[in-house]
């Protein structure tokens, strides 16, 4: 059967083409009816006019269908009405001899060419019906035409009517098929030229995108660089020693080894980020909106890392590594051209060090960055090493002079770098997430020291442990305390948490949930560096603080400023009216002692009393000392 492939809905503009070519037919019909009954009007044909007139209405009515309504209910409405219009026609006039009769073979194509097939073949048996009622009509004396029709014309009639369907009905068989072909054809072009696009903007053998796609993709993050006054960075490799795997074990083999390469790199970066391979051995990561050159050093360090593990090429392990070049954008060229050149000069130098590094083409940037990834790589393993150590300093009740506490101190001691600050290494270790770990051991680590004193009768103290932002919001902090706790023996009252003021405002959820159960075991809780963070103090109350820990920029020039004076005055009144205890951080000398004396703070630490020492100076420190300790004899554990 015929099948109208443009109402099939088979392209995107097929249903709307065939909406619009329903409506130019059935205005044409309109205006054929409307020129009929001009003509029924001029010859006094009134009962014509109103079969016209009526067909008119229900004709406008499927123009409104075709406008609204489904396009095949239109075609029914216009095959309907015309075919009832002629029927009538016929009926007021000459029966099947009468002129109206001439529109069926028409009406016919219409129903192949827009309908389906229960519509043309509907409309066939109401034709042959139609046509042979006519005669009945007059052999029953219903009505008597002007000129009798006689039963021989109603064969000519159904002759024409059937032999005209078919004709149709086959040729449009015909039309349709080749329809169907052409749209055939049309996808398979589509396809094969999606395809063609493809293969010219990706790598065939790693399946990467290619240059021409990479200088596009670049550009893009270029533009967008730009936008959002931030920058993109292309990271350029080449992995060493290549020539050497394709000679030795043949091109196959290379192959392989590119093809894992691009997926391995694929697996570093982020979605929005491209992988793209230039040729050869070559590859370009192309990272948009990067932020900073340390993001970028971060990327490059991961990729040298992951690189330089073994690969497994035909079942054998192939040791790589590649020697990364990192440029900037917009800083380090405005287009793409430019970013390849210095980026590719960048990856030279990174080869000429003895590869298996990155280098920026910045020169500036290295230095800084190196020094980072050197700290960060030495992180990683300070742990397992041993590296780590923690220096205790006192904390001093100012009236009584007896040691009440002692604050945890993380010490790194770096092979060749000697002993780093923590100043320097702790923000490296949160960047990296390394923290987490190290944030436990120094708990573990305390809590045992802590608890070995206590049973050794050297001194019951509460011993001050700094907690990191990055412990306290992704740390599970409260599962490494009970550990902790439980792992030592030591009483949770015993151990102090120290937080900034930056870490409890930063108020989410999460962090407010954490500190509640810390506070719920016992624990009690300290504000490092009081004074330098916020001025909304409402959390003091809420996680329920035991000390304030004046920071020691108020302290250094107390005896000299009488603003630092004021300031501290007032955060000792603030603390005791709370019912909370003020401790001064940093104090010197003696003269700072007795100005904090009287201006009533309670407690302090400084190198006045002691540095931080190691645990056992630290034991000898407090033997040293002619004023009795907080426990000096063995305590129940
Ligand atoms: P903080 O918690 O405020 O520690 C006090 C710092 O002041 C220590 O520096 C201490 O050595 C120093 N200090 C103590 N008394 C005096 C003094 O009289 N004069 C002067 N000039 N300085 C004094 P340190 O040990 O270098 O630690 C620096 C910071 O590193 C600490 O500041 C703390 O924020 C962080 N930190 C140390 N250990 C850890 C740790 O285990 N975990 C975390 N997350 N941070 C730590
Ligand atoms: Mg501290
Ligand atoms: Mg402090």
């Excluded at 016919?108 to 019906?129: E, I, K, N, P, T």
Aim: proline share 4%; glycine share 10%; hydrophobic share 50%.
């Amino acid at each position: 059967m015929p099948h109208n492939p443009s109402t099939s809905g088979s392209s995107t503009s097929g249903p709307v083409a065939a909406r619009r070519r329903m409506m130019q037919i059935i205005l044409t019909a309109m205006l054929a009816v409307g020129a009929s009954a001009v003509a029924s009007l001029a010859f006094g044909r009134v009962d014509t006019l109103a079969v016209l007139t009526v067909a008119g209405a229900l004709l406008t009515l499927s123009l409104v269908v075709a406008l609204r309504g489904p396009v095949t209910a239109a075609v029914a409405l216009l095959l309907g009405t015309l075919t009832a219009m002629v029927g009538l026609l016929a009926w007021r006039g000459a029966g099947f001899y009468d002129p109206a009769l001439l529109a069926l073979p028409g009406l016919l194509v219409f129903a192949v060419l827009l309908g389906q097939r229960r519509v043309f073949s509907g409309l066939l048996a109401v034709m042959l019906l139609l046509t042979s009622g006519l005669l009945m009509a007059q052999t029953l004396g219903w009505r008597q035409f002007p000129i009798p029709l006689r039963p021989g014309s109603l064969v000519h009639v159904w002759g024409i009517l059937l032999g005209t369907g078919f004709a149709i009905w086959l040729l449009a068989g015909d039309l349709y098929r080749a329809m169907r072909a052409l749209q055939e054809e049309n996808r398979r072009v589509h396809e094969s030229r999606s395809e063609l696009e493809h293969l010219a903007s990706h790598d065939r053998l790693t399946g990467l995108p290619n240059r021409l796609l990479a200088r596009d993709r670049f550009e893009h993050a270029l533009a967008q660089a730009r936008r959002n006054r931030s920058r993109c960075a292309a990271l350029y490799l080449d992995l060493d020693q290549f020539k050497t795997v394709n000679e030795s074990l043949g091109h196959g083999a290379g192959d392989q080894l590119l093809q894992q390469v691009g997926r391995r790199l694929q697996g570093l970066v982020r979605a929005t980020d491209t992988v793209c391979r230039l040729g050869g051995d070559e590859f370009l990561l192309i990272l948009p909106d990067i932020g900073d050159a340390d993001a970028a050093a971060r990327v490059a360090s991961t990729v040298v890392e992951a690189l330089g593990q073994p690969f497994d090429v035909e079942g054998l392990e192939i040791v790589t590594a590649a020697s990364v070049g990192v440029a900037l954008g917009p800083d380090d060229g405005s287009e793409f051209d430019a970013v390849l050149k210095n980026v590719d000069i960048a990856m030279y130098r990174a080869k000429a060090l003895g590869g298996r590094s990155f280098r920026f083409f910045d020169p500036a940037m290295n230095d800084g960055v190196l020094a980072h990834t050197q700290m960060l790589a030495g992180l990683q393993h300070a742990l397992a090493r041993g590296e780590f150590e923690l220096h205790w300093q006192p904390q001093v009740h100012l009236a009584s002079g007896r040691v009440v506490g002692a604050e945890a101190l993380l010490r790194w001691h770096h092979p060749t770098l000697g002993l780093v600050p923590p100043a320097k290494f702790i923000p490296v270790a949160e960047r990296s997430g390394l923290i987490t770990e190290i944030g436990a051991w120094v708990l573990h680590q305390a809590c045992r020291q802590a608890a070995a004193w206590r049973r050794d009768g050297v001194a019951d103290l509460v011993v001050s442990v700094n907690l990191s932002s990055v412990q306290l919001k992704r740390g599970q902090v409260e599962r490494t305390v009970q550990q902790a706790l439980a792992a030592s023996g030591l009483p949770p009252a015993r151990l102090e948490l120290e937080l900034t003021e930056s870490m409890i405002i930063d108020d989410t959820h999460q962090v407010s949930e954490t500190l509640h159960q810390l506070v719920g075991m016992g624990l009690r809780l300290a504000i490092d560096d009081f004074g330098t963070g916020y001025s909304n103090l409402g959390y003091l109350k809420r996680f329920q603080v035991n000390r304030l820990k004046i920071d020691q920029s108020f302290i250094r020039r107390l005896t000299q400023d009488h603003h630092d004076r004021a300031i501290v005055g007032a955060i000792v009144q603030m603390a005791h009216s709370l019912g909370l205890v003020a401790i001064a951080e940093g104090v010197e000398d003696a003269a700072t002692l007795q100005c904090l004396r009287g201006l009533g703070c309670v407690e302090g630490q400084g190198y006045f009393w002691a540095r931080p020492l190691p645990a056992a100076e630290f034991v000898g420190w407090l033997r040293s000392r002619s004023v009795p300790q907080a426990a000096a004899a063995p305590l129940p554990a």
